[in-house]
Structure formats: structure tokens, C-alpha cells
């Protein structure tokens, strides 16, 4: 790859990542900021992510945050000792361990849900459909990409 290439991909990186900080990350914050004093700064993400899949591995949801196992673990232990998530035994694969909400998660869950879509509609009101359609369409390239790099950097 040449340098102006590379220098491009590098700049746009960090300007995207930069952006999805500032319009999402920080906006979410600042939106659930005091209303979940229990929860540390990961948890309601993580409480959002089970409440989208369901039921879901802790493996799934270490690849959704980039969170290494050990802090996962704590995590969900952490949630778990909360009474906001249980850990149950896959029936179609005993050495599997699926993580769901309970009854309290889906409260905060429904709760999280509520804000993320209340931020949806501010944000979004500055584009259109097709605004969102194309911003998909590169997200899902994205990952694909770099789903494609992580499997050959680690076959």
C-alpha cells in the first residue's frame, strides 16, 4: 500500500473514531449519567447488548466490546451479583455458558432502549434515509473487513 494511501486510511480512522466518540459515546453518557448509579461505565452497553441477542455468550459479547475475558468475567459477575443478568448451561452444548437478563436487566434494558432511540431521533433528524442506508452500508464493509483481517491475522 502506498504512504498516501495508508495516511488517508490512518487520518479517516481516527477522525471516525474521534466522531463516533463525540456524537455517540459521550451523547449516551451524558444521557443515562445519574440515572444508573449502580452501573459502571460499560454496564449499560453490555446490558444493551444482551438485551438485543437475548441470551448470548460471554465469548460474543467480549467481540462486540473488545473486552478481554478476565474483565468480562468481572463483569458479568458484577451484573449477575446485581441481580441484573443470570448465566445458564446451553442445552445444545453443556460446556457452553449463555448470560441473560432477568427481570430487573429487562427494566434497565427497556430504560437503555428508551434513551438510545430518544438519541436516534436527535442525531438522526440532521440526515436522510438514504444518509442512513449508505452509513449502514459502510459499517457492515467495515467489519467485514476487518472481520476478514482478524481471521488471517489469527489463522
Known amino acids: 500500500m502506498d504512504e ?7 487520518l479517516l480512522s481516527m477522525e471516525r473514531d474521534a466522531l463516533n466518540n463525540l456524537i455517540f459515546e459521550q451523547t449516551f453518557q451524558n444521557k443515562i449519567a445519574g440515572k444508573f448509579r449502580e452501573l459502571s461505565k460499560n454496564q449499560p ?6 438485551g ?20 468480562l468475567t468481572r463483569m458479568v459477575d458484577d451484573l449477575e451479583k446485581k441481580g441484573i443478568v443470570f448465566r445458564k ?17 429487562f427494566d434497565y434494558y427497556n430504560c437503555l432502549n428508551r434513551i438510545t432511540t430518544e438519541m436516534a431521533d436527535e442525531i438522526l433528524q440532521f440526515v436522510d434515509d438514504k444518509d442512513v442506508e ?6 457492515e464493509t467495515m467489519v467485514k473487513l476487518l472481520r476478514k483481517i482478524d481471521a488471517s491475522r489469527n489463522a
Open 89 to 105: 448451561t446451553d442445552p445444545d452444548d453443556r460446556r457452553k455458558v449463555l448470560v441473560s437478563l432477568t427481570e430487573k436487566g
Open 45 to 50: 452497553l453490555v446490558i444493551k447488548i444482551i
Open 52 to 71: 438485543i441477542e437475548g441470551e448470548i455468550m460471554p465469548s460474543t459479547l467480549g467481540k462486540y466490546t473488545g473486552m478481554e475475558k478476565s474483565s
Open 134 to 139: 449508505d452509513y449502514l452500508q459502510s459499517l
Open 4 to 10: 498516501v494511501t495508508l495516511s488517508k486510511i490512518i
